[in-house]
């Protein structure tokens, strides 16, 4: 491939990132951002300190080596958006590259411009959702994805020092998005794994044909050369030895013993909602008496209120997603297997899906009919026959596992057809072509223009629909921040089912330490909520609630022994019935009054304070 030199590139890189400043700058002009889910809002609590007080480098989601990073910007930085920022320059990096690759490949004023254009028009139908709603396991997709796009596009000419130095960037973006998100990470890795298999097939055969005399039966020669071990082999070994260091790192990091009690934890909690869920107590009563599951604990666990009894331990959770797994009536192995084959086949065909299956299917289509315009069907159905491949590992897990939820899937979506685009990209160069390749070039930026153009109100719509939904959770949310922070010395737990919808605009939150916590989540039972709950303790009361506890609770700080201390308090909502509270102490004979101290008015479902004590008989 033949490349532009330095004040070109250089030109290329300019206008690329004015396109991702300009992109960025419509979307905030038109949207606010948010956090997609909860789960970012508490990473950036934990990483800036506003959950703990000091910035916090173990977050349990991003490994150990990012959250250090993160949390010392935040130290240097104490009132700066560290991790917003991180979030959304993570999705500027991966624009810019995909821009600068596709500019890099044209030569032509004209053909530049038509190549902005359409880039811009499909980073809003594809992109824009994932900036204005961000959230992390997304941002690492997106990373993977465009450093798939880069390695495609970039030149395998020079030697292998050349190759490197011009491959680091996309070596960068896939570590950091292992970091960001290994699970994200690794789900992409086989489709990653193709593009190395790709552009080393394309490197390979381009060598045999500059040397003509070697003929067809030195392509395994020449590409199992030194050269091209160095290049590809060598560069597959380093990801390999980069994510292992990365994840002994971590280990390391959480090898504390409170810190392995609450992965496993962690994990068994993501087993149950996420996957295997949990059997009725009414069908199921039978078994949950067997197994030593009260009907309030139960309850907890349905309410997502489970961190109020320190008894529901990993091990609980673990017999009861073992137990409704063998009891849902998936069928027998065959049968379960069939039915994911036909799920992952099916799905790219699904109105569900849209826009990114029509934009994956488009891709297919146009690349199919480039090898038959160039008459090279053999070559591009290697290409094919690796990616289908590919994504079908990746598409597989997703079916057995059942958890196909859009902020994993948009991402496998978008590396596949970037992968198919930078296989048709890098054929029509605006270079002297036959007529028929000219106009198919042109065919196939009218096509994706059109196809963008037809979203483009359906994602707006979609993007204010959302904006507007999240602005009323965001006030609410901001009304109940205002009261607990009016009351400085008391400290507040939340009904999760009260608050699970709450999201935050990313930009607009503050890294003051928050008074307040959840009674269930994913940072539940972790080291950082026990090192939040130590600093609330007053000694001589709680060694007065202590008394009315086991002895094996004794020896523990729990949330059901704090919420008694006299400057703690719960909150729900108005309509919530939150009498499973006063149940659950009532079933260990200790008298608790739940009394309700105070109410946060607002426009929509104003929230109640309930104060817990111990009733003197």
């Not at 295997?276 to 078994?287: Q, V």
């Not at 596992?401 to 605006?430: C, G, N, T, W």
Request: net charge neutral; with cysteine; glycine share 6%.
């Amino acid at each position: 491939m033949e490349q532009q030199n330095d004040r070109e590139m250089s030109i290329n890189r300019l206008i690329a990132a004015a396109m991702v400043l300009l992109f960025f700058l419509m979307l905030s002009l038109r949207y606010d951002f948010y956090y997609e889910l909860n789960d970012d809002m508490v990473i950036g609590d934990i990483l800036s300190g506003k959950y703990t007080g000091v910035p916090e480098a173990r977050t349990n989601q991003l490994l150990y080596p990012l959250g250090w990073l993160l949390s010392l910007f935040y130290k240097i930085l104490p009132q700066a958006p560290v991790y917003p920022f991180f979030l959304s320059l993570c999705l500027g990096i991966s624009l810019w590259m995909i821009c600068f690759r596709s500019l890099s490949l044209f030569y032509k004023k004209k053909t530049k411009t038509g190549c902005m254009g359409l880039l811009l028009i499909l980073s809003f139908t594809l992109m824009a959702p994932q900036v204005v709603l961000t959230q992390y396991t997304a941002v690492s997709g997106i990373l993977v994805a465009s450093a798939c796009f880069w390695f495609l596009t970039a030149s395998t000419g020079g030697r292998w020092k050349q190759f490197w130095k011009e491959n680091g960037l996309p070596l960068f973006c896939f570590l950091l998005a292992f970091n960001l998100r290994s699970e994200m990470a690794l789900l992409c890795m086989p489709m990653a794994g193709v593009c190395g298999l790709i552009s080393w097939y394309e490197d390979a055969a381009k060598s045999v044909e500059e040397q003509s005399d070697i003929g067809k039966k030195g392509f395994w020669k020449i590409a199992s050369g030194r050269e091209f071990l160095f290049r590809y082999f060598l560069f597959f070994c380093v990801i390999l030895l980069s994510m292992g260091i990365f994840l002994i790192i971590d280990t390391i990091a959480y090898s504390n013993k409170d810190w392995k009690s609450f992965r496993d934890f962690f994990d068994a909690r993501t087993k149950v909602y996420d996957y295997t869920w949990y059997p009725s107590y009414e069908k199921e009563e039978a078994f949950y008496g067997e197994k030593g599951i009260s009907k309030i604990q139960y309850q907890l666990i349905d309410n997502y209120n489970f961190g109020l009894d320190s008894t529901i331990t990993a091990e609980t959770l673990e017999i009861i997603a073992d137990y409704n797994e063998k009891g849902q009536n998936r069928g027998g192995a065959w049968e379960r297997l069939s039915g994911s084959i036909k799920e992952m086949l099916t799905r790219p065909f699904k109105t569900k899906d849209a826009p990114y299956n029509y934009y994956l299917l488009t891709a297919y289509l146009l690349v199919i009919i480039l090898a038959v315009v160039q008459k090279r069907k053999k070559e591009y159905g290697i290409k094919l026959f690796l990616l289908i491949a590919a994504r079908s590992i990746s598409w597989f897990y997703m079916c057995w596992s059942e958890r196909m939820v859009e902020r994993i899937i948009f991402p496998l979506y978008v590396i596949e057809f970037l992968i198919l685009m930078a296989i048709l990209i890098k054929e029509l160069p605006d270079r002297p072509l036959w007529n028929i390749e000219r106009y198919y070039r042109r065919g196939v930026t009218g096509i994706l223009f059109t196809l963008s153009l037809l979203f483009v109100p359906r994602i707006d719509e979609h993007l204010i629909s959302q904006g507007n939904v999240r602005e009323q959770i965001v006030e609410v949310q901001e009304e109940l921040e205002i009261y607990t922070k009016a009351h400085p010395l008391d400290y507040y737990y939340l009904d999760v089912y009260s608050m699970v919808d709450f999201t935050a605009k990313m930009y607009d939150r503050d890294n003051e330490k928050r008074n307040y916590d959840f009674l269930g989540g994913w940072i539940c039972n972790s080291p950082l909520q026990k090192k939040v709950m130590e600093s609330l303790i007053k000694k001589d009361k709680l060694q007065e609630v202590k008394l009315y506890f086991s002895e094996e609770e004794k020896k523990q700080l729990t949330i059901s022994q704090i919420l008694l201390l006299d400057h703690v308090y719960l909150i729900a909502r108005k309509n919530r019935d939150v009498a499973f509270f006063e149940e659950y102490y009532h079933q260990y004979e200790i008298p608790v009054k739940l009394e309700k101290v105070d109410q946060i008015d607002n426009s929509h479902n104003p929230f109640i304070v309930y104060g817990l004590s111990i009733v003197e008989e």
